[in-house]
Structure formats: C-alpha cells, structure tokens
C-alpha cells in the first residue's frame, strides 16, 4: 500500500489549494482515508477523515466551513480543498489509511491523538504567507 500527497505550496492569507492523495495497494471499498497536519514544535492535528464505503466524512471542529474533503474513486483519489488559508495553516499535511469506516465522533483519539494509522503518506508542505 502506497500513499502520495501532492498539491502543497506557498499561497498568501486568503489563498486557496487543493491536496490530493493517491491510494495505490488497495481498492477504495471499506477503508477510511484521513487527513492531519503537523507543523514543527507543535502537535499533530486531526482534519477529517473519508469513508470510502460511503463516501461520507468527518471533520474535526477547527477544519468545518473551510476544509472540504472529496474522492475520485476511479482514480483511488481523495482531495483536501483548503480555502480562506491563513498562516497558522502552514504545516505539512499527510493522509493515511486504515480498514474500516471513520470514526464519527470528532473527539475521538484518530483525529486527536497519536493515532497509529496503518499507512501514511510522506506529506506534503503547505506555507501560508501573511
């Protein structure tokens, strides 16, 4: 199973872009795919997380209204579009994969804590410039 973010960059405040992370290994049937960013010195932090089986997704309190998480499942494709970004947004941004539905609960330790996920991508930089 392999997993690759593109699509990170430098933007201004106010900018937009749009992740992508490519699943290869596995078909998208009943897996969840989820996103998390880290920046140096601080904590890992939980953005959403996809569910394949039924395309729904979660998204934890701090991402809702400008984070919106999508699929081409023909492409084992899931994109993070990211708008109105501002600096505290700069991080590196992974996505990672285990069987499975998402989680439904926000507060649940997948998007809080040191989840040990089963596979995750090597990231991708996001720099928000003010």
């Known amino acids: 199973v392999r997993l690759v973010e593109s699509g990170g960059g430098l933007v201004q405040t106010g900018g937009s872009l749009r992740l992508s992370c490519v699943v290869s290994?596995?078909?998208?049937?009943?897996?969840?795919i989820g996103w998390y960013r880290q920046a140096p010195g601080k904590e890992r932090e939980g953005i959403s997380c996809?569910?394949?089986?039924?395309?729904?997704?979660v998204y934890v309190d701090s991402a809702e209204g400008r984070f919106t998480t999508s699929s081409d499942n023909a492409k084992n494709t899931v994109y993070l579009q990211m708008n109105r970004l501002k600096p505290e947004d700069t991080a590196v941004y992974y996505c990672?994969?285990?069987?499975?539905?998402?989680?439904?609960?926000?507060?649940?330790?997948?998007?809080?804590?040191?989840?040990?996920?089963?596979?995750r991508g090597r990231g991708t930089q996001v720099t928000v410039s003010s």
């Open positions: 290994g596995f078909t998208f049937d009943d897996h969840s």
């Open positions: 990672t994969a285990d069987d499975g539905p998402c989680p439904d609960w926000s507060g649940d330790v997948y998007y809080t804590g040191d989840y040990d996920h089963s596979y």
């Open positions: 996809f569910s394949t089986s039924d395309s729904s997704t």
